[in-house]
Each structure stands twice: as C-alpha cells, then as structure tokens.
C-alpha cells in the first residue's frame, strides 16, 4: 500500500489571522479555498514528511534548539531559504521568538518560533557540510 499525500488539518480560532500567518508570515502557497459549512484553505508546503519521536529523541530536539523542553506532541518544521527573512517574516505576522537562530550538530540554522495559536514551529535552513 502506497501513501501519496500527508496532510495536517488544524483548527483555529480566527481563521483569517492563521490564514494570513501561514500565508505572509510563513509564506506558505494558499491552495483551494473552501466555502461551504465554514471556511477552509489548503496551503502548499513542499513536500510532506513525518517526523516520529520518542519521548527522548524529542527532548533532546528541544534542547538543542531551545535549551529545554517545550514543545508538545505536535511541532511543524519548515525549510527556507533564508532563517533570519523568515523568521523576521513570521515574526511581523504574528509569531513568538522562543529561541534565537542556532546552529545544529548537523549543520543547520534553526529558530524556534510559536505561531499565533500556540503551535511550536521550526523554521531550518540547510548550511550543508
């Protein structure tokens, strides 16, 4: 059995702010819009992985990228570019620093950002060897 597609729906609060964040903020692809029932839009992010952690291996991302343990069951990673335009990005649309821009073991630039409801998001840029 073959898997084509990963997709993450969250719920929000006020749809038009997180439509804006992952949209400007983030500067993910806006998709179809939905309209029946409420309100629904699909965003674009490149491709999709699925990231699975054990207790430690999760504590030990936090405490490389962060100093300790702070996020939850779900975290998003995304891969840009440039770390600082998109975290400066973010940041004007409406996300919360938790940590600075650090570099990896593995090489990348990483920041630790909360989006505006709340979720831990990672924002990397691969630096190579």
Do not use: K
């Amino acid at each position: 059995m073959s898997v084509f597609e990963l997709r993450v729906a969250l719920t929000v609060e006020d749809f038009e702010a997180a439509v804006a964040f992952y949209r400007d903020g983030l500067g993910l692809d806006p998709g179809e819009l939905w309209t029946d029932n409420g309100y629904g839009q699909m965003f674009r992010a490149g491709r999709g992985t699925l990231e699975i952690f054990d207790s430690d291996y999760a504590a030990n991302v936090d405490q490389l990228e962060v100093g300790e343990r702070v996020s939850g069951q779900i975290r998003f990673a995304f891969e840009v570019p440039d770390v600082q335009a998109a975290m400066q990005r973010a940041l004007e649309y409406g996300a919360t620093l938790v940590h600075e821009p650090i570099l990896t073991p593995w090489n990348d630039l990483n920041v630790r950002l909360r989006s505006p409801e709340g979720l831990q998001i990672t924002l990397y840029e691969v630096r190579g060897e």
